[in-house]
């Protein structure tokens, strides 16, 4: 599976909200774009897509912008992946119940390889959440922090 910088972006914005509107502030979608390098155009095509999925929600006017509808701990990185990629699979027929054409299928001795593929990739980024990214990167910072002496 192989992600779209599309969808890295919107991962990065959700993460930049996550960081930047805990007490319910919002952040103007200037300070997300600078802030995770993210071409203006490209983000606001993704807010949009986001605020349609009813992830974000925006203010407009003075001290507009945009804020999570939902808690980082409610997010997770597989919602975000599947609402920009569609669904998670390594190949057509690597998803259960969904016919996909092909004429091995049924037969085929790569597909339960595939659906195996799907479903371990799918674990993770179900299982991973906003807050969950949030923390590592707390705990990369922090980390750093300690390697950083001066002689």
Not at 44 to 60: D, F
Not at 80 to 87: A, K, T, W
Not at 107 to 129: H, I, N, P, Y
């Amino acid at each position: 599976m192989k992600i779209s910088f599309k969808t890295d972006y919107a991962l990065k914005a959700i993460l930049d909200l996550a960081s930047h509107s805990l007490d319910g502030r919002v952040v103007p979608i200037t300070d997300i774009a600078g802030r995770q390098d993210i071409p203006m155009p490209f983000l606001e095509q993704i807010m949009l897509l986001l605020k349609k999925a009813g992830v974000v929600q925006s203010k407009t006017g003075k001290g507009g912008g945009f804020f999570l509808l939902k808690k980082p701990g409610e997010i997770t990185v597989g919602e975000i992946v599947r609402l920009i990629e569609g669904p998670i699979e390594p190949i057509a027929c690597g998803v259960r119940g969904i016919p996909s054409g092909c004429a091995e299928e049924g037969r085929c001795a790569f597909q339960e390889v595939w659906l195996k593929v799907a479903d371990a990739v799918s674990d993770v980024v179900d299982g991973t959440t906003f807050a969950d990214i949030m923390r590592r990167g707390r705990e990369l910072t922090e980390h750093r922090a300690e390697d950083h002496y001066v002689i």
